[in-house]
């Protein structure tokens, strides 16, 4: 039998995703989030994190923006928090 996951579930009923909810999905993506949630991104400036993802479909690498422009925005403390929207 197979079950859909909590995420999915609350896209359906249109109820907001948490951080927490992704822990189930992916351990170590969740734990990545968790730490960058946690920590002075601002001091870790190697990171060069964007609000953008890259990820594999069907064997074709894509990047998907999490909100306009997102690839040309680099993450902050001052924006590390703020609700971005998926595409």
């Avoid at 909590?6 to 989030?33: G, I």
Wanted: net charge negative.
């Amino acid at each position: 039998m197979h079950f859909f996951t909590r995420p999915f579930y609350k896209a359906l009923l249109r109820l907001p995703v948490a951080l927490s909810d992704l822990e189930s999905l992916d351990f170590e993506f969740h734990q990545s989030l968790q730490w960058i949630r946690e920590h002075d991104v601002s001091m870790q400036g190697e990171l060069e994190l964007t609000f953008a993802v890259t990820e594999e479909v069907f064997g074709q690498v894509l990047e998907r923006e999490l909100k306009p422009g997102g690839r040309n925005v680099p993450v902050t403390e001052k924006n590390k928090k703020g609700k971005a929207t998926m595409k």
